[in-house]
């Protein structure tokens, strides 16, 4: 996978990341469970840099995340969608919200972070490294 691409779900916003990801992660926390509106965030990190937006542009939602750091969570105006977030606490890579990929083949998790907010049935894949709250470097 070199190039990845997608948008929101009205089509204004799309972009283009020609870099493989670096990590893709579930992420249990609080913050993530309402902006995706389910149990979890799917994440694909990827070098900070190599996400570019092709058309449209997003809103930044500034948020606090569990590290006291700030988290920016880029959206569609227009929809709503999450398209991506910044995380200062990880300051070389942007977060790709997997949902808003055109085509997710080869997008595997195998991390889960913030496991102590993790929905209850929430059963993870075999071999899947779990984090109780975030790993402290990625």
């Not at 990845?4 to 990801?21: A, I, N, Q, S």
């Not at 569990?66 to 105006?77: A, D, E, K, L, T």
């Not at 496991?115 to 894949?125: E, G, I």
């Amino acid at each position: 996978m070199n190039r990845m691409e997608g948008g929101c779900l009205c089509g204004d916003v799309r972009y283009l990341c020609t870099t493989e990801p670096v990590v893709v992660a579930l992420c249990h926390c609080t913050h993530c469970q309402r902006q995706s509106g389910s149990a979890f965030s799917v994440n694909v990190g990827v070098p900070k840099g190599s996400l570019q937006l092709v058309s449209g542009s997003t809103q930044v939602y500034p948020d606090i995340g569990h590290s006291g750091q700030p988290v920016y969570r880029h959206f569609c105006g227009r929809c709503g969608s999450p398209i991506f977030s910044d995380v200062v606490s990880r300051p070389g890579l942007d977060w790709l919200k997997a949902g808003t990929l055109d085509d997710s083949t080869g997008i595997h998790p195998t991390l889960s972070l913030w496991c102590d907010s993790a929905q209850d049935w929430f059963s993870p894949p075999e071999g899947m490294t779990m984090f109780a709250q975030g790993p402290t470097p990625l």
